[in-house]
């Protein structure tokens, strides 16, 4: 009985270590980028410094990215704004997630519909920062 029991519980833990093994581990770089600058040379240069960022840690691990939009900033997500849509779509498309702060949205009267259909929100732009950072992110403003 108690070798029954035995092979029970080693067959279950071959299995469980060969499910953890093939079970991919992630990115393993965090970073969360904060836009609030007005339109200007910041828009640019965010676009580069992701980008830049993203191949520099695909061949350390691959990355996991979020860029926060709040303030003025929230400006460069608006559909209106089609200076930089391909580009912000470029990003949206390789897995960077684009937040909107839902508080500068209610204060700058911006809607659901007025940013582009990739964006996501977040209830507050900074608190969605601290968040990243208590969990260990990389914080670039």
């Known amino acids: 009985m108690k070798k029954s029991i035995l092979a029970v519980i080693a067959l279950v833990l071959v299995l469980v270590?060969?499910?953890?093994?093939?079970?991919?581990?992630?990115?393993?770089?965090?970073?969360?980028?904060?836009?609030?600058?007005?339109?200007?040379?910041?828009?640019?240069?965010?676009?580069?410094?992701?980008?830049?960022?993203?191949?520099?840690?695909?061949?350390?691990?691959?990355?996991?990215?979020?860029?926060?939009?709040?303030?003025?900033?929230?400006?460069?997500?608006?559909?209106?704004?089609?200076?930089y849509e391909a580009r912000l779509k470029q990003l949206a498309d390789a897995g960077v997630t684009l937040s909107a702060c839902q508080n500068a949205m209610r204060l700058m009267n911006v809607k659901t519909e007025d940013l582009f259909p990739f964006a996501s929100q977040v209830d507050s732009g900074v608190a969605e920062l601290a968040r990243k950072q208590e969990a260990g992110w990389a914080y670039i403003h």
């Open 17 to 83: 270590f060969a499910a953890v093994s093939q079970t991919p581990a992630g990115p393993k770089h965090h970073v969360v980028f904060q836009l609030s600058e007005p339109e200007g040379a910041a828009w640019g240069s965010l676009i580069i410094h992701v980008n830049n960022m993203r191949d520099a840690l695909a061949k350390d691990g691959g990355s996991e990215v979020e860029v926060v939009f709040f303030a003025a900033g929230l400006n460069m997500l608006r559909k209106t704004n089609t200076a």
